[in-house]
């Protein structure tokens, strides 16, 4: 049996794993189950040179329902703003808080700058589509910062612009893919690093940051 034909095999263990968890109804052991299953896929993946998802090490994490994030961007800065999660130990399951940035409310929200940003999206697909996305099955994971190694579109993006007189190819190796999933998009971006901060107030109080950024 080859190596690969190995991680296969586990793969497939893994994923039968995760299949009993879900037919049981029951969410013990699901998160675990779940997990290893990312974990496999990643291994098959890298293993088959194929692009895949990975944790990327981030320091916040979002509202799973509406998170709301903001793109601001021009051909030099680029900033990523949303809603930090809150635990409300108060919160029995039975409703659901609507979250408006227009309401000039003080909330708790996340500034993500991305240092040599080359190209960023921000848009479809949502959380409905998941199992459509090209990374599905390769470590993709909902709701979380992660990293796309042997990324596609960094490699198109990198072949387009080979014909640059100009062209270095070394320049091309600090760059990373980075994909974030949301509740209602996907933000994507090629950059060379990510610094994020947090902050309390209102959406205008940190729209009125970022412009003087951009500006800066």
Not at 18 to 27: A, F, K, N, P
Not at 94 to 100: A, F, H, K, L
């Amino acid at each position: 049996m080859t190596k690969i034909q190995e991680l296969e095999a586990a793969h497939a263990k893994a994923r039968e794993s995760l299949e009993r968890v879900v037919g049981s109804r029951r969410l013990e052991g699901f998160a675990e189950a779940h997990a290893n299953l990312l974990q496999h896929e990643r291994r098959l993946a890298a293993a088959k040179g194929e692009e895949h998802a990975v944790p990327l090490e981030f320091p916040v994490k979002w509202c799973a329902g509406a998170p709301c994030p903001h793109l601001f961007a021009n051909d030099y800065k680029t900033f990523l703003a949303f809603l930090v999660r809150e635990n409300d130990p108060n919160w029995d399951g039975t409703y659901v808080r609507v979250v408006n940035p227009a309401d000039g409310l003080n909330e708790r929200l996340a500034l993500v700058e991305f240092k040599g940003c080359l190209s960023s999206r921000l848009g479809g697909p949502n959380d409905e589509v998941f199992s459509g996305h090209p990374l599905h099955g390769k470590g993709l994971d909902g709701y979380s910062a992660q990293e796309v190694l042997n990324s596609r579109w960094l490699a198109e993006l990198e072949r387009i612009n080979s014909v640059h007189p100009q062209y270095q190819p070394e320049s091309w190796r600090n760059l990373h893919h980075y994909i974030f999933w949301f509740h209602d998009s996907t933000f994507e971006c090629l950059a060379k690093g990510v610094y994020v901060e947090r902050f309390e107030g209102t959406w205008r109080d940190l729209m009125n940051v970022v412009c003087e950024r951009m500006l800066a």
